[in-house]
């Protein structure tokens, strides 16, 4: 996106214009299109008016209402971080009695924007001369918030006590984007985030959910967050903003609420003394934060459960527990991994809806669900089918969600 792209709304007129369209629908752009030209504006106003209803209709899952009053670029957007979890990052700062914080490499400012909203005084730094356009634009109702175009590793931090930093997570060539993995290839690098730290700041960073244990340092606290089952991002957080006692934590965000599963120790993968197992009772798959938080073996003995296989992330009880930080499923049977064997019992119990869960093994689910569901009659019955590995051995295992009848 050109700046000329978002330059035509930066007037009364233009505002105006974007704020006078209703909800956007993909069916009636092009007469919308042609309305809006016959009523006499120009055609690159009315190009980036309804480009910026487009990422406003898509925004409301990020922003909520906010983003009727925003602006985006694509990229923007498809980074930026969820409002509801902006506002986790702004409460850090908050309790911490941080005042002045740089919001560095903040894109469309959703994190500027929360800490704004809670009165902190931010600098927004952005060194994409449109997206800190937009970002202008986003953060003009709150009066101490400033944004600087510019490269986070040059911005000037006198009087500033908190930095809060999302790294560029990708590059861009010709072909693309494509992501980065290595802590140290981002921009700016996770050593830059040290630098800071060891200055004293209060200092906290995004990073990929990806993030192996053994880049984050010994010095922060590490917070997986997954929102609806989405592991969103790894938060690492340094002196005013590490909380005492927790160096890995997994906050599960859902529709019941919050829920957080912490210990005081870095993950040490020889060191997850849980007995392994038979599949039998009740199999639960842990949240994907919990997974990445490495915190599979805490939430084993937390519940009183088994794993059944020191290297996959299932574990099993013999009676039912509740827990927010896991989905549950009763187990029916545990089958042999066989495709044809498997193909007879879809055709014998008449099922036409299988859902296929899989982990520690390279079968895609897509593929065997059409293997098995072809020629199998279409039947009414729905089944659920969990595919692992015990050992060298990979099974099948039959399941149905706490409370749910499935086939038989």
């Known amino acids: 996106m050109s700046l000329d792209a978002i330059s035509p709304l930066l007037?009364?007129?233009?505002?105006?214009?974007?704020?006078?369209?209703?909800?956007?629908?993909d069916a009636e752009s092009l007469k919308l299109n042609e309305s809006l030209r016959k009523a006499g504006h120009s055609p690159?106003?009315?190009?980036?008016?309804?480009?910026?209803?487009?990422?406003?209709a898509k925004a409301e899952a990020?922003?909520?209402?906010?983003?009727?009053?925003?602006?985006?670029?694509?990229?923007?957007?498809?980074?930026?971080?969820?409002?509801?979890?902006a506002a986790l990052h702004a409460q850090r700062f908050k309790a911490a009695g941080i005042t002045r914080v740089a919001d560095l490499g903040c894109g469309l400012g959703a994190d500027s924007l929360a800490m704004a909203s809670l009165d902190i005084s931010v600098t927004a730094v952005e060194m994409d001369e449109i997206t800190a356009a937009c970002t202008t634009v986003?953060?003009?109702?709150?009066?101490?918030?400033?944004?600087?175009?510019?490269?986070?590793?040059?911005?000037?931090?006198?009087?500033?006590?908190?930095?809060?930093?999302d790294p560029a997570r990708r590059t861009t060539n010709t072909s693309g984007t494509t992501r980065l993995f290595d802590p140290e290839a981002f921009s700016p690098p996770l050593s830059f985030v040290e630098m800071l730290a060891d200055s004293g700041k209060a200092v906290g960073v995004k990073m990929g959910p990806g993030i192996p244990h053994d880049a984050v340092p010994a010095t922060a606290e590490a917070q997986w967050i997954s929102v609806n089952g989405d592991v969103?991002?790894?938060?690492?957080?340094?002196?005013?903003?590490?909380r005492p006692g927790i160096r890995?934590?997994?906050?599960?965000?859902?529709?019941?609420?919050?829920?957080?599963?912490?210990?005081?120790?870095?993950?040490?993968?020889?060191?997850?003394?849980?007995?392994?197992?038979?599949?039998?009772?009740?199999?639960?798959?842990?949240?994907?934060?919990?997974?990445?938080?490495?915190?599979?073996?805490d939430l084993a003995r937390t519940v009183g459960a088994h794993l059944v296989d020191e290297h996959i992330a299932y574990i099993c009880t013999e009676n039912p527990v509740n827990?927010?930080?896991?989905?549950?499923?009763?187990?029916?049977?545990?089958?042999p991994f066989n495709v044809k064997a498997l193909k007879s019992w879809v055709k014998a119990n008449r099922i036409g809806v299988l859902d296929i869960k899989k982990r520690g093994i390279s079968t895609t689910p897509?593929?065997?669900?059409?293997?098995?569901?072809?020629g199998s009659g279409k039947g009414p019955n729905k089944a659920t089918l969990i595919l692992t590995r015990i050992g060298e051995d990979r099974v099948a295992v039959v399941v149905e969600p706490h409370g749910a009848t499935g086939a038989p």
């Open 323 to 335: 827990t927010p930080f896991a989905r549950g499923y009763k187990v029916l049977d545990v089958k």
């Open 11 to 25: 007037t009364v007129a233009g505002w105006e214009l974007l704020s006078s369209l209703g909800p956007y629908s």
């Open 366 to 374: 897509e593929v065997l669900r059409r293997q098995l569901l072809t």
């Open 232 to 242: 969103v991002e790894a938060g690492l957080y340094f002196n005013a903003l590490a």
């Open 62 to 85: 990020k922003f909520g209402e906010f983003a009727h009053q925003m602006l985006f670029t694509q990229t923007g957007l498809e980074q930026a971080t969820r409002l509801s979890i």
């Open 138 to 165: 986003n953060l003009m109702p709150f009066p101490e918030a400033t944004v600087i175009c510019g490269r986070a590793e040059e911005t000037d931090l006198g009087g500033i006590d908190g930095v809060w930093l």
């Open 248 to 297: 890995r934590a997994a906050l599960v965000v859902g529709a019941n609420g919050m829920h957080e599963l912490t210990s005081a120790v870095p993950y040490d993968p020889a060191a997850q003394d849980v007995e392994v197992g038979p599949i039998s009772g009740y199999l639960y798959e842990p949240d994907g934060a919990v997974i990445r938080a490495g915190l599979v073996a």
């Open 44 to 56: 690159e106003l009315v190009a980036a008016a309804l480009t910026q209803s487009r990422l406003r």
